[in-house]
Structures are given as structure tokens and as C-alpha cells.
């Protein structure tokens, strides 16, 4: 079993689920960035990681998962949204038919606390975005109660 953990992470939330997945992962397994593994192929299984922008999917996972072609996907998200928001659920829809080619194996959706710079910005944006009164609930996340729930969830997909 060969698996890929693949990422992009602007501050580090999206990268702190991926390294712990990767560690926890038995078998053989690569982690890398999006920029780095381009195309995701050759393995079993990836592990694909992305935080949300405007609402959707970050671009350059976006054009990442869109790129896919075939093979087993489990997604996992990072966001200031909480994680049973509209909102969030959305996104990860986008997310899935983005992927539409690959056999999705398993979602996870996760708070990640946003930058304090952009938090101000987007706090005073007229109309605010649907997920800043979400966002503060999002401060230090993802903890460790939240990288174990996810690790429950790749135990799932995973031999
Ligand atoms: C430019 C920008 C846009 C964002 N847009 C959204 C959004 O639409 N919805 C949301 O829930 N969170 C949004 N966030 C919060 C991030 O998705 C969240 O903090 C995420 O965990 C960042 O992941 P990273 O640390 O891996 O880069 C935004 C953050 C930034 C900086």
C-alpha cells in the first residue's frame, strides 16, 4: 500500500493535519505539497488536504484536484467556518465534483484558525463573509482532539 499525503496550506493548519496523517499512516508513504507532486499518481491511496478561500476549495488545490484522474481520495479541509456550516459542507461539496474522476473513500472537515491580519480585514468587509462569526471559535484549531478524530477517520480507509 502506497500512499500520498498531499497538501496546500497557506498558514500551516492544512500542513499540521497532513503531517499527522503521514505519521500515523502505516506502509509506504510520501508527503508533499501540491507544488511539489503535481499529479498524485502511482499511488493506492492520496490524502489530499486544501483550506478554504471565498467559500471554495484554495485555488491551487482546486486545480489539483481537478487534475486527478482516477484512483482513491480521501479529502480533508481546514476552515474558519464551523465544521457542520453550510458553509463548510458546501466547500467540500466543490471539493468532491472537483475530484469527480476519483472514487472518494472519505471526507473531514476541520476549524482552522485564521490569520489575525486577514481576520481583521474580513471583519470589516461590507456585507461580512458568511463564516467570520464562525471564525472566532476557530482559535486553536485544529488540536489535538481534532487531529485524533481525523485520525479515526483515516483508520477507516486504511488496511
Ligand atoms: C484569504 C483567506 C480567505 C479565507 N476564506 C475563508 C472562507 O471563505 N471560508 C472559511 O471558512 N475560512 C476562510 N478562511 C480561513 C482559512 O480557510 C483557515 O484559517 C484555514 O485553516 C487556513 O489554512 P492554512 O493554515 O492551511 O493555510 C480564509 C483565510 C484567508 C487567509
Not at 493506492?44 to 481520495?73: C, H, I, S, T
Request: net charge neutral; glycine share 8%.
Amino acid at each position: 500500500m502506497k500512499t500520498l499525503v498531499v497538501y496546500s496550506s497557506k498558514s500551516g493548519n492544512t500542513k499540521k493535519l497532513a503531517e499527522a496523517v503521514y505519521a500515523h499512516l502505516p506502509g509506504e508513504k510520501v508527503i508533499q505539497t501540491m507544488e511539489e507532486s503535481p499529479e498524485g499518481r502511482g499511488y493506492d491511496l492520496v490524502v489530499a488536504g486544501f483550506w478554504l478561500q471565498a467559500g471554495k476549495v484554495d485555488p491551487l488545490a482546486g486545480k489539483y484536484l481537478e487534475n486527478l484522474r482516477g484512483g482513491k481520495l480521501f479529502l480533508m479541509a481546514t476552515h474558519g467556518a464551523s465544521v457542520h456550516s453550510e458553509h463548510a459542507r458546501n466547500a467540500m461539496a466543490g471539493a468532491v465534483k472537483l475530484a469527480s474522476s476519483c472514487h472518494i473513500l472519505g471526507t473531514f472537515n476541520c476549524q482552522g484558525e485564521v490569520n489575525a491580519d486577514f481576520l481583521v480585514k474580513a471583519q470589516a468587509k461590507e456585507p461580512p463573509p458568511p463564516w467570520i462569526t464562525d471564525a472566532p471559535s476557530a482559535a486553536g484549531h485544529p488540536d489535538d482532539a481534532d487531529i485524533a478524530k481525523l485520525l479515526k477517520e483515516i483508520d477507516k480507509v486504511t488496511p
